[in-house]
């Protein structure tokens, strides 16, 4: 199976190898544009601020290459939130893959940490392949500043300050807030959900 991750520039696609080398598999980290759309499956990872991962993308000719995939897609973190129309994070407009923005969490009590970091449970888990197996209240890990509110296209929620996008699918795009690749045993069954699609 030819796995590739898209290589933007933004860190932390070394734990997703890993993970994927853990379930057998072997991806490409590649920027180059023929192999992204010849690949069978591909992760958009990453982490950092929303602005420059999209001149980055832009710059590249990789912005338009994402938003024409027709093979099974998987947005990790920034990944997701780059998917969106637009993010308040550098004002900046982004794939538009999902209609909706990316908004920034506005703590409510002195408890509320920006960023939201650490384990929180999975509720309202729609039928999307990707989520197959995994059960209401299962946790996952989170690492962010700013969420995608609940929207059509919402395949499961977290609750944190407020409801708000943990998973979304569109066809064959599917996207996680949350770090499949640092959730345990519940990160490790999505992925492998994601290989078999």
């Not at 796995?3 to 980290?29: E, F, K, M, T």
């Not at 950092?48 to 290459?65: C, F, I, N, T």
């Not at 969490?105 to 940490?113: E, G, L, M």
């Amino acid at each position: 199976m030819d796995i590739a991750i898209i290589d933007y520039g933004a860190g932390n696609v070394g734990s997703v190898i890993r993970a994927l080398q853990r379930l057998g598999v072997n991806p490409l980290l590649t920027s180059d544009a023929e192999r992204i759309a010849k690949a069978d499956k591909v992760l958009f990872p990453g982490q950092g601020e929303a602005r420059h991962a999209m001149q980055q993308l832009r710059r590249s000719g990789l912005d338009k290459v994402i938003t024409s995939l027709r093979q099974p897609i998987l947005g990790i973190c920034i990944g997701q939130q780059l998917m969106c129309r637009h993010s308040e994070e550098g004002d900046t407009p982004c794939l538009g893959i999902f209609d909706t923005p990316v908004l920034r969490f506005q703590p409510q009590h002195h408890q509320d940490k920006v960023p939201h970091m650490g384990w929180n449970a999975l509720t309202n888990i729609s039928a999307s392949p990707l989520l197959r197996g995994i059960d209401e209240g299962e946790y996952v890990f989170f690492v962010h500043s700013y969420y995608v509110p609940t929207c059509p296209w919402t395949t499961a929620q977290t609750n944190y300050i407020l409801p708000f996008s943990a998973a979304l699918q569109r066809d064959n795009f599917h996207a996680t807030q949350f770090h499949p690749e640092k959730s345990g045993s519940v990160g490790e069954r999505i992925l492998s959900n994601f290989l078999d699609l």
